[in-house]
C-alpha cells in the first residue's frame, strides 16, 4: 500500500545567540514557534506535529499548543555545529524503533518564518505529488547577479561576467531558499543520501516579502512590521497588478 503519510517535524534548538531564547522569544503576543505548530496543525494532510528540541522549557510551551514532544534531542545533536539533518533522521529512527510509525514523507517546517501559509504547504505537496522529486522546498526571487567580497572588500562576480549585459532581463532569474518556509522530503531519499536537499529537488515560488527569516533583530523587526499589516499588503499588491 502506498505510504502518504506526512510527519510535520519542527527543530527548535535552545541557545540561540544572535537572538537571544529565540524559539520562544514573543513575536506579536505568542511564543514565535506557535506559528509553525498552528500551521501545521491546520494543514490535514500531515499526520503528527513533532517538535524536536532539547529544551524542557520549549517543550512544555509546544505540548501546550497542540505539538508531540516525545523525547528531546541527545546533547550531541543540540550544538551550534549539530545538523539538522541529523537530528531528523534520530526522531525518524527513534519513532520507528518505538512506536513502529513509518511516515512516507518528512516536512519540515523552521520557527523562523512566521509569514508562511498553509497554502503554502499545500503548493508543495501539489509539486511533490507530480512526481520525479525527492524533495521540494520553497524559494523567493533575488536578484540575478551573485557577489561574493574579497578579504579587501572588492567586489567579486561569481555567476557569470562583468562584461554581460546589466539589464537583468537577459540574465537567468534568481533564487534563493527562504527560511526555507517548507521542506518536503521523501523519507527513504532522506535517510538514504542524508540530507533535505536531495539530487532530484523541485522549488515553489513564494513571494519575496513574505519570506523573512528572524535571524536578527534587524529582521525581526521588519517582519513584526509585515505580519501586522499582511492583509493590506496583500491587497495592496493586486491593486498595483491590476493598474
Request: proline share 5%; net charge positive.
Amino acid at each position: 500500500m502506498k505510504n502518504d503519510k506526512i510527519l510535520a517535524i519542527i527543530p527548535a534548538r535552545s541557545g540561540s545567540k544572535r537572538i537571544a531564547n529565540k524559539n520562544i522569544k514573543n513575536f506579536l503576543g505568542q511564543p514565535l514557534i506557535v506559528y509553525a505548530i498552528k500551521q501545521a496543525l491546520a494543514c490535514k494532510l500531515i499526520d503528527r506535529v513533532v517538535v524536536d528540541t532539547d529544551s524542557k522549557k520549549i517543550a512544555k510551551i509546544a505540548k501546550k499548543y497542540g505539538a508531540i514532544v516525545p523525547w528531546l534531542r541527545p546533547k550531541e545533536l543540540a550544538g551550534d555545529k549539530a545538523k539538522v539533518v541529523d537530528s531528523i533522521i534520530y526522531n525518524l529512527k527513534k519513532i520507528k524503533q518505538e512506536e513502529g510509525y513509518e511516515p512516507g514523507y518528512v516536512i519540515i517546517l523552521q520557527t523562523t518564518s512566521p509569514l508562511r501559509e498553509v497554502s503554502d504547504i499545500r503548493d508543495c505537496w501539489r509539486a511533490m505529488k507530480a512526481g520525479g522529486a525527492t524533495t521540494v522546498l520553497t524559494v523567493c526571487p533575488t536578484h540575478p547577479k551573485l557577489y561574493h567580497l574579497t578579504k579587501d572588500n572588492f567586489l567579486k562576480l561569481v555567476n557569470g561576467s562583468e562584461g554581460k549585459s546589466n539589464n537583468t532581463q537577459t540574465w537567468p532569474a534568481g533564487y534563493i531558499l527562504n527560511g526555507c518556509f517548507v521542506y518536503i522530503i521523501k523519507t527513504k531519499a532522506l535517510l538514504k543520501e542524508k540530507r533535505v536537499i536531495t539530487k532530484k529537488t523541485r522549488a515553489v515560488i513564494c513571494p519575496k516579502w513574505r519570506s523573512v527569516d528572524l535571524d536578527t533583530p534587524e529582521e525581526w523587526a521588519m517582519a513584526e512590521v509585515l505580519y501586522k499589516n499582511k492583509a493590506r499588503i496583500t491587497k495592496r499588491i493586486k491593486q498595483i497588478n491590476k493598474n
